[in-house]
């Protein structure tokens, strides 16, 4: 799971203001990026089971474990954020997808299949999926014609599958390298 979290007024606070970061805390990864100028999204990825945050144990396990592994210039900012209270938990798997159809409606990008965030591939994935449907449907002139746009569809779904494979892939090796507490190279990556 990942548990999200609001930093306010940390956009300039981070090491490279502007950028995305990735920490790479013990047990597992930690995202950090700015959503607007003021605000810093933080996703902790908090592998096994959940602590409790109805019982404080989640606010424990991140002002205890991971807000010491946090850059020194944030870790006011994330320590403000966890004592806001504002904690959000959000499955965090790859989920593979399923061609759906449904009149008037198509799903692409990560509403259609979901990868880990680490590598930002959710975007990447959305966008080659809008080029990959145009033009599948392109030549399509009549949009009520069922069959041909149902063809169109099948024809996405497949092409899809490898264009998803080639960001899926290294986004769940990525996430193994960064999760992996008992390698004894992590520490020096971490340091880097």
Not at 57 to 62: F, G, K, N, V
Not at 111 to 131: W, Y
Request: hydrophobic share 40%.
């Amino acid at each position: 799971h990942f548990v999200a979290l609001l930093m306010e007024d940390a956009s300039d606070e981070l090491p490279y203001p502007g950028h995305g970061h990735v920490v790479l805390a013990n047990p597992s990864p930690v995202l950090a990026y700015p959503i607007s100028p003021t605000e810093v999204r933080v996703l902790v990825d908090v592998p096994g089971k959940l602590p409790s945050v109805a019982t404080g144990e989640m606010q424990e396990y991140l002002l205890e474990k991971i807000l010491p592994q946090m850059p020194k210039k944030i870790q006011p900012f994330f320590r403000a954020a966890v004592e806001n209270g504002r904690i959000r938990l959000m499955p965090n798997r790859e989920m593979p997808g399923e061609p759906s159809f449904v009149s008037g409606a198509i799903l692409l990008g990560d509403a259609f299949n979901c990868r880990h965030p680490l590598t930002g591939g959710g975007m990447t994935v959305a966008l080659s999926d809008v080029e990959l449907l145009s033009n599948m449907i392109i030549g399509i002139d009549d949009l009520s014609d069922h069959k041909r746009i149902e063809k169109g569809l099948m024809e996405f779904y497949e092409e899809r599958q490898k264009l998803a494979a080639n960001i899926n892939i290294p986004a769940g090796a990525l996430y193994s390298v960064f999760a992996a507490s008992e390698d004894p190279a992590l520490p020096y990556m971490r340091r880097a």
